[in-house]
T-cell receptor
Protein backbone atom coordinates (compact mmCIF):
# COMPACT_ATOMS: atom_id res chain seq x y z
CA UNK A 1 0.00 0.00 0.00
CA UNK A 2 1.08 3.56 -0.59
CA UNK A 3 2.36 5.43 2.42
CA UNK A 4 4.20 8.64 3.22
CA UNK A 5 6.23 9.03 6.39
CA UNK A 6 7.38 12.33 7.81
CA UNK A 7 9.22 11.25 10.93
CA UNK A 8 9.92 14.78 12.16
CA UNK A 9 6.86 16.04 14.00
CA UNK A 10 8.29 19.44 14.85
CA UNK A 11 11.50 21.29 14.12
CA UNK A 12 12.65 24.56 15.64
CA UNK A 13 15.45 26.62 14.20
CA UNK A 14 16.78 30.12 14.49
CA UNK A 15 16.58 32.45 11.53
CA UNK A 16 19.27 31.97 8.88
CA UNK A 17 19.82 28.34 9.78
CA UNK A 18 19.39 25.72 7.08
CA UNK A 19 16.78 23.06 7.75
CA UNK A 20 15.89 19.79 6.01
CA UNK A 21 12.47 18.20 6.21
CA UNK A 22 12.49 14.47 5.59
CA UNK A 23 9.98 12.51 3.55
CA UNK A 24 10.04 8.77 2.90
CA UNK A 25 7.43 7.09 0.74
CA UNK A 26 6.27 3.61 -0.15
CA UNK A 27 4.61 2.64 -3.39
CA UNK A 28 4.45 -0.30 -5.77
CA UNK A 29 3.64 1.93 -8.73
CA UNK A 30 6.41 2.61 -11.22
CA UNK A 31 4.82 5.89 -12.24
CA UNK A 32 3.94 8.27 -9.48
CA UNK A 33 4.23 11.88 -8.40
CA UNK A 34 5.55 13.43 -5.24
CA UNK A 35 4.53 16.78 -3.82
CA UNK A 36 5.29 19.22 -1.07
CA UNK A 37 2.64 21.54 0.32
CA UNK A 38 3.00 24.32 2.87
CA UNK A 39 0.28 25.14 5.38
CA UNK A 40 0.91 28.59 6.89
CA UNK A 41 -0.95 29.77 10.01
CA UNK A 42 -3.76 31.06 7.79
CA UNK A 43 -4.68 27.42 7.11
CA UNK A 44 -4.70 26.95 3.35
CA UNK A 45 -2.49 24.38 1.66
CA UNK A 46 -0.01 25.99 -0.71
CA UNK A 47 1.50 23.90 -3.48
CA UNK A 48 5.30 24.05 -3.52
CA UNK A 49 6.56 21.40 -5.92
CA UNK A 50 5.63 18.35 -7.96
CA UNK A 51 8.12 15.73 -9.08
CA UNK A 52 7.42 12.70 -11.24
CA UNK A 53 9.05 9.35 -10.63
CA UNK A 54 11.11 9.48 -13.82
CA UNK A 55 12.82 12.73 -12.98
CA UNK A 56 15.41 12.36 -10.26
CA UNK A 57 17.04 15.69 -10.87
CA UNK A 58 17.24 17.81 -7.79
CA UNK A 59 15.45 21.11 -7.97
CA UNK A 60 16.24 24.50 -6.55
CA UNK A 61 13.84 27.41 -6.30
CA UNK A 62 15.30 30.35 -4.45
CA UNK A 63 15.97 29.26 -0.88
CA UNK A 64 14.09 25.99 -1.40
CA UNK A 65 15.63 22.81 -2.75
CA UNK A 66 14.42 19.27 -3.10
CA UNK A 67 16.40 16.04 -3.16
CA UNK A 68 14.61 13.10 -4.77
CA UNK A 69 16.31 9.71 -4.40
CA UNK A 70 14.44 6.68 -5.69
CA UNK A 71 17.05 4.32 -4.26
CA UNK A 72 16.03 5.32 -0.75
CA UNK A 73 12.43 6.31 -1.58
CA UNK A 74 13.02 9.75 -0.19
CA UNK A 75 12.01 13.23 -1.26
CA UNK A 76 13.59 15.64 1.19
CA UNK A 77 13.04 19.37 1.32
CA UNK A 78 15.70 21.87 2.39
CA UNK A 79 15.20 25.50 3.25
CA UNK A 80 18.41 27.50 3.15
CA UNK A 81 18.82 30.55 5.35
CA UNK A 82 15.42 30.08 6.96
CA UNK A 83 13.20 33.06 7.72
CA UNK A 84 10.41 33.60 10.23
CA UNK A 85 7.91 33.57 7.34
CA UNK A 86 8.88 29.95 6.66
CA UNK A 87 7.14 28.94 9.88
CA UNK A 88 4.37 26.57 8.84
CA UNK A 89 3.38 22.93 8.65
CA UNK A 90 4.87 21.20 5.63
CA UNK A 91 3.26 18.15 4.08
CA UNK A 92 4.81 15.66 1.73
CA UNK A 93 2.39 13.76 -0.51
CA UNK A 94 2.36 10.92 -3.03
CA UNK A 95 -0.14 10.57 -5.83
CA UNK A 96 -2.05 7.36 -6.11
CA UNK A 97 -3.97 7.55 -9.34
CA UNK A 98 -5.96 10.70 -8.78
CA UNK A 99 -5.85 11.14 -5.03
CA UNK A 100 -3.06 12.33 -2.79
CA UNK A 101 -1.59 10.34 0.07
CA UNK A 102 -0.21 12.73 2.67
CA UNK A 103 2.27 12.37 5.47
CA UNK A 104 1.45 13.61 8.94
CA UNK A 105 3.28 16.89 8.36
CA UNK A 106 6.26 18.57 9.96
CA UNK A 107 5.71 21.75 11.92
CA UNK A 108 8.61 24.14 11.34
CA UNK A 109 9.12 27.03 13.71
CA UNK A 110 11.69 29.63 12.79
CA UNK A 111 12.61 31.98 15.61
CA UNK A 112 14.10 35.42 15.07
CA UNK B 1 -8.74 34.30 -10.69
CA UNK B 2 -10.47 33.22 -7.49
CA UNK B 3 -9.10 30.19 -5.74
CA UNK B 4 -10.95 27.38 -4.05
CA UNK B 5 -13.27 28.72 -1.39
CA UNK B 6 -14.85 26.92 1.52
CA UNK B 7 -17.64 27.85 3.86
CA UNK B 8 -17.81 28.13 6.79
CA UNK B 9 -14.26 28.62 7.96
CA UNK B 10 -15.16 27.29 11.41
CA UNK B 11 -18.10 25.34 12.75
CA UNK B 12 -18.75 24.27 16.31
CA UNK B 13 -21.65 21.88 16.84
CA UNK B 14 -22.83 19.40 19.42
CA UNK B 15 -22.74 15.69 18.99
CA UNK B 16 -25.81 14.49 17.15
CA UNK B 17 -26.33 17.68 15.18
CA UNK B 18 -26.01 18.08 11.44
CA UNK B 19 -23.46 20.21 9.65
CA UNK B 20 -23.06 21.01 5.96
CA UNK B 21 -19.77 22.16 4.53
CA UNK B 22 -19.55 23.88 1.18
CA UNK B 23 -16.77 24.03 -1.38
CA UNK B 24 -16.59 26.22 -4.47
CA UNK B 25 -13.85 25.01 -6.81
CA UNK B 26 -11.87 27.12 -9.22
CA UNK B 27 -14.08 27.94 -12.17
CA UNK B 28 -13.75 25.37 -14.92
CA UNK B 29 -12.21 22.68 -12.73
CA UNK B 30 -14.08 19.44 -13.33
CA UNK B 31 -12.28 17.55 -10.59
CA UNK B 32 -13.19 18.23 -6.99
CA UNK B 33 -11.77 16.45 -3.95
CA UNK B 34 -12.55 16.34 -0.26
CA UNK B 35 -9.88 15.58 2.33
CA UNK B 36 -9.86 15.64 6.12
CA UNK B 37 -7.18 16.13 8.72
CA UNK B 38 -7.90 14.90 12.20
CA UNK B 39 -5.78 16.61 14.86
CA UNK B 40 -2.11 15.74 14.50
CA UNK B 41 -2.64 13.10 11.87
CA UNK B 42 -2.20 12.96 8.13
CA UNK B 43 -4.53 14.58 5.66
CA UNK B 44 -6.77 11.80 4.39
CA UNK B 45 -8.63 11.54 1.13
CA UNK B 46 -12.40 11.31 1.40
CA UNK B 47 -13.75 11.40 -2.13
CA UNK B 48 -13.37 12.66 -5.67
CA UNK B 49 -15.93 14.11 -8.06
CA UNK B 50 -15.57 14.44 -11.79
CA UNK B 51 -18.17 17.00 -12.65
CA UNK B 52 -21.26 15.78 -10.80
CA UNK B 53 -20.25 12.11 -10.64
CA UNK B 54 -18.51 10.43 -7.74
CA UNK B 55 -15.33 8.98 -9.21
CA UNK B 56 -13.91 7.56 -5.99
CA UNK B 57 -15.52 7.61 -2.57
CA UNK B 58 -13.30 5.00 -0.98
CA UNK B 59 -12.19 7.37 1.79
CA UNK B 60 -15.62 8.22 3.14
CA UNK B 61 -15.56 6.99 6.74
CA UNK B 62 -19.18 5.87 7.06
CA UNK B 63 -22.73 6.55 5.93
CA UNK B 64 -23.07 9.56 8.19
CA UNK B 65 -21.17 11.47 5.51
CA UNK B 66 -22.95 12.52 2.34
CA UNK B 67 -21.27 14.46 -0.45
CA UNK B 68 -23.03 16.02 -3.39
CA UNK B 69 -22.07 18.08 -6.39
CA UNK B 70 -25.24 18.95 -8.18
CA UNK B 71 -24.65 20.52 -11.58
CA UNK B 72 -20.94 19.89 -11.37
CA UNK B 73 -20.13 23.21 -9.76
CA UNK B 74 -19.95 23.61 -5.99
CA UNK B 75 -20.01 20.66 -3.64
CA UNK B 76 -21.46 20.07 -0.18
CA UNK B 77 -20.38 17.60 2.47
CA UNK B 78 -23.01 16.84 5.07
CA UNK B 79 -22.30 15.08 8.34
CA UNK B 80 -25.43 13.69 10.00
CA UNK B 81 -25.42 13.01 12.88
CA UNK B 82 -22.02 14.37 13.84
CA UNK B 83 -19.85 12.43 16.28
CA UNK B 84 -16.89 13.57 18.37
CA UNK B 85 -14.40 11.81 16.09
CA UNK B 86 -15.59 13.88 13.13
CA UNK B 87 -13.75 16.89 14.50
CA UNK B 88 -10.95 18.06 12.24
CA UNK B 89 -10.17 20.28 9.30
CA UNK B 90 -11.95 19.49 6.07
CA UNK B 91 -10.15 20.53 2.92
CA UNK B 92 -11.51 20.81 -0.56
CA UNK B 93 -9.32 20.81 -3.66
CA UNK B 94 -9.96 21.18 -7.37
CA UNK B 95 -8.07 20.34 -10.51
CA UNK B 96 -8.48 20.86 -14.22
CA UNK B 97 -9.56 17.90 -16.29
CA UNK B 98 -6.87 16.03 -18.18
CA UNK B 99 -3.21 16.75 -17.80
CA UNK B 100 -0.43 14.36 -16.99
CA UNK B 101 -0.01 15.38 -13.40
CA UNK B 102 -2.13 15.86 -10.36
CA UNK B 103 -1.74 19.43 -9.27
CA UNK B 104 -4.61 20.04 -6.93
CA UNK B 105 -5.39 23.51 -5.64
CA UNK B 106 -6.60 23.52 -2.08
CA UNK B 107 -9.03 25.71 -0.25
CA UNK B 108 -8.43 27.16 3.23
CA UNK B 109 -10.32 24.37 4.93
CA UNK B 110 -13.26 24.25 7.32
CA UNK B 111 -12.40 23.57 10.93
CA UNK B 112 -15.16 21.42 12.45
CA UNK B 113 -15.40 20.95 16.19
CA UNK B 114 -17.92 18.50 17.57
CA UNK B 115 -18.56 18.87 21.30
Amino acid sequence: AQKVTQAQTEISVVEKEDVTLDCVYETRDTTYYLFWYKQPPSGELVFLIRRNSFDEQNEISGRYSWNFQKSTSSFNFTITASQVVDSAVYFCALSETDKLIFGTGTRLQVFP
Amino acid sequence: EAGVTQFPSHSVIEKGQTVTLRCDPISGHDNLYWYRRVMGKEIKFLLHFVKESKQDESGMPNNRFLAERTGGTYSTLKVQPAELEDSGVYFCASRLAGGSYNEQFFGPGTRLTVL
